[in-house]
């Protein structure tokens, strides 16, 4: 296998990466929270390769992150006043919800699951990419499964090494902890992980429906 190209963050080199998801081949990115690995969501067979490049279980499903809050139209087949409400609050940032999955995404990407993690990071680097391929990214920490979650290129590298075709480097994350998980398709909703959004402030927010 090739070495990974790493390249910087500037226009062209995001370019360069929209290029790369295109034909199918994993790319790493820096996010508000941990750096990413992620693959063209429309595309199952790329998908298939994130799994083998993290050596990520297959039952294991695979988040999905978006350019803007209306994306979710695209990935999910309802989403409740909950969500909304959320991520009227807090995205672009570090919270993912969790919703009913739209019958148009690859089974793989959800483990043959009725529901996917979707996300906003609040980073332009991601976001450029998300925008400039057209359609949401199926990305996750870009780490091997089981492993610290990397928040510098350099950790990138020594853990997924030539595993993958491009690294953008954007410098360390400023966030360095995964996000927040909040299952939005149960009422009440439920957190399914803590991360920089507390408890407290979820529930200040949908106590004011």
């Known amino acids: ?30 996010t508000d929270t941990v750096y990413g690995v992620g693959a063209d969501v429309r595309q199952p067979e790329a998908i298939a390769a994130l799994y083998e490049v993290k050596g990520r279980p297959l039952n294991k499903a695979i988040p999905v992150l978006l350019a803007r809050p209306e994306g979710l139209y695209s990935v999910a087949q309802e989403v409740p006043g909950s969500a909304w409400r959320l991520a009227e609050q807090f995205w672009p940032g570090a919270l993912t919800l969790v919703v009913h999955c739209a019958p148009s995404l690859p089974p793989i990407l959800t483990a043959g699951g009725s529901t996917v993690a979707v996300r906003v990071p609040d980073h332009p680097v991601v976001r450029a990419l998300i ?58 909703v439920r957190i399914l992980r803590l991360g920089p959004i507390t408890a407290d402030q979820i529930r200040t927010v949908l106590s004011t429906m």
């Open 1 to 30: 296998m090739n070495e990974t190209k790493r390249l910087g963050i500037d226009p062209a080199d995001i370019a360069e990466a929209v290029d790369v998801l295109n034909h199918g081949c994993i790319v790493a990115f820096p």
């Open 131 to 188: 925008e400039g391929l057209g359609a949401p990214l199926a990305a996750t920490s870009a780490n091997i499964s089981g492993w610290p979650s990397p928040v510098t290129a350099d950790d990138v590298l020594t853990q997924l090494g030539v595993r993958i075709a491009l690294l953008l480097d954007g410098g360390p994350c400023a966030g360095g902890k995964p996000s927040t998980v909040v299952d939005v398709t149960v009422t009440p």
